[in-house]
């Protein structure tokens, strides 16, 4: 079975300033990782995802996160933020192959930029 | 394009009474998903679906129904409905496997009294 840790519950940045979401996995087989975005009162929506290949993915809004094998986690990071990135952020994790389509969530990091 | 719309948004029920959730995909995503998201616990999966008449349980099962009957609907029933599933309900699909994307609904806000 695999789990997800996100290692702050809220992370408070100021404007323009760069941001890192942290993001543990455990899993005893190889897996697909994901981060998802909650705006308040919607549904998720999918910033980026890691199947394979390079270890950086880039997704939209400027985002972007390296896979580390090694140490099992994928940090979410944006060098400058801007006031429209207040939002809730969800690591995910699914195991490759058969049930590679069932996510396992994070509890979520709230963001909020001060201006 | 419609995608996957979920209803009702909101809703008061009763404890002990029987509620139904529907979900609607336009995309014919031969996977289907509810999660139920609580304070604390990110989302967690209630049950899924591979393809029409095929479900199976996911995290949190119990006191849940689905069925699904057709490739584009999958109504999620709490036969009995208790406080402790007052929760937001999200809805999602997914295209064939390895494609792994997986779209989610705006959320069902379900408040049991």
């Known amino acids: 079975a695999q789990s997800v840790t996100q290692l702050d519950s809220q992370v408070p940045v100021f404007e323009e300033a760069p941001v890192e979401l942290r993001c543990n996995y455990s899993s005893s087989v190889s897996v697909y990782l994901f981060w998802y975005v909650q705006y308040p009162n919607q549904g998720l929506q999918l910033l980026l995802k890691y199947l394979s290949g390079s270890t950086l993915v880039k997704g939209i809004n400027g985002f972007e996160a390296e896979f580390n094998k090694s140490q099992t986690s994928f940090h979410l990071r944006k060098p400058s933020v801007h006031i429209s990135d207040t939002a809730e952020y969800f690591c995910?994790?699914?195991?490759?192959?058969?049930?590679?389509?069932?996510?396992?969530f994070g509890q979520g990091t709230r963001l909020t930029i001060n201006p | 394009d419609a995608g996957i719309t979920q209803s009702p948004r909101y809703k008061i029920t009763e404890t002990g009474r029987q509620v139904t959730l529907m979900c609607h995909q336009t995309?014919?995503?031969?996977?289907m998903f509810w999660y139920r998201q609580d304070l604390g616990h990110g989302l967690r999966l209630i049950y899924y679906s591979a393809a029409a008449d095929i479900t199976d349980k996911g995290e949190v099962p119990d006191g849940y129904v689905v069925s699904r009957s057709k490739t584009e609907n999958f109504p999620l029933t709490l036969e009995s409905a208790t406080r402790s599933q007052t929760s937001v309900y999200f809805c999602?699909?997914?295209?064939?496997?390895?494609?792994?994307?997986?779209?989610f609904g705006e959320g069902s806000w379900l408040t049991v009294v």
């Open positions: 995910a994790v699914s195991h490759r192959g058969k049930g590679a389509q069932k996510l396992v």
């Open positions: 999602a699909s997914s295209g064939r496997q390895g494609q792994n994307t997986i779209y």
């Open positions: 995309w014919s995503h031969s996977y």
